[in-house]
């Protein structure tokens, strides 16, 4: 089987189209990446995403007007910053949950491994976005405050499934392969990646749980694959290299705390408990 498409790795761009003003992404090889699922593999796994209503049902404008109350907070900022989603930029966003700062040092291999499963879940989820188009909030509503800036393709883009939520999934799921005892938080910021695309008014919450469940099928999909496996290998000595080295934490650490005090209050017990006798 060939690899997805000829997809390469511009196929980020539909993931970006609604951002703008970002960091340009350090130079890198001249070589073009693929992911790591065929053609007829992509196109099933979209044609299984379930049609969305083709108007936002009462719970969607019921859920996404509550996110409105969240416009300049605390929560807002961070779906600001949950907008970056190129490698290797993006694996910032599970430095607080992983306990390590994943963009410190070069990581060849967890970013090549990130690139072709954002490739594969941006392909898959375009697929679908495809057959089922649906207008995003903040065109349902053209006084919506949005957290980025807003292209007029990103205006145009389908909100069903949400491609963002389905990608936070996806890396949520790679994350918990990576780092299994620190698997509850980082599951946490997946989810948390796909909900900023409701705060910020871009997809509707339906779109969400879509977009999450198309990432978690795509990532089983992917992590079948003898290719994958050989570079989370690889991803892994580096993931584990990064935990073990001693630094300060991520600045943004304590405003996870401070949204997400419960799992603080998890990790702080379970520090206690594998400190004990």
């Known amino acids: 089987m060939k690899p997805a498409g000829g997809a390469a790795i511009a196929v980020a761009a539909l993931l970006l189209a609604a951002c703008a003003g970002l960091p340009a992404a350090p130079p890198t090889a001249d070589i073009v990446l693929t992911g790591y699922l065929a053609d007829t593999v992509t196109a099933r796994l979209a044609a299984e995403v379930p049609p969305p209503s083709p108007t936002p049902t009462p719970a969607d404008r019921a859920g996404s007007d509550a996110y409105r109350t969240l416009e300049g907070g605390d929560r807002w900022l961070m779906a600001v910053t949950h ?32 690139t072709r499963l954002q490739i ?128 300060p934490e991520s600045p943004g650490c304590a405003a996870e705390r401070r949204l997400f005090p419960s799992d603080a209050r998890r990790d702080q017990a379970g520090r206690g408990a594998a400190s004990a006798p």
Not at 141 to 166: F, H, M, Y
């Open 83 to 114: 907008a970056e989603f190129r490698p290797p930029f993006v694996a910032q966003q599970f430095d607080c949950a992983v306990g390590a700062r994943m963009t410190a040092q070069p990581m060849p291999a967890l970013t090549r491994l990130m």
């Open 120 to 247: 594969d879940t941006v392909a898959t989820g375009g697929l679908a976005r495809g057959v089922n188009p649906r207008l995003r909030p903040a065109v349902v509503d053209p006084q919506r405050r949005v957290c980025i800036r807003l292209t007029e393709a990103g205006r145009a883009a389908p909100s069903w499934p949400s491609i963002a939520a389905a990608v936070g999934t996806a890396y949520a799921d790679l994350f918990s392969d990576l780092a299994p005892d620190r698997s509850v938080p980082v599951q946490r910021i997946g989810r948390e990646i796909g909900l900023s695309r409701a705060v910020c008014g871009l997809d509707w919450p339906s779109d969400v749980s879509a977009g999450a469940g198309l990432g978690h099928t795509v990532y089983a999909a992917v992590a079948s694959t003898p290719a994958f496996q050989d570079d989370l290998a690889l991803a892994r000595v580096e993931v584990t290299a990064v935990r073990s080295a001693a630094g």
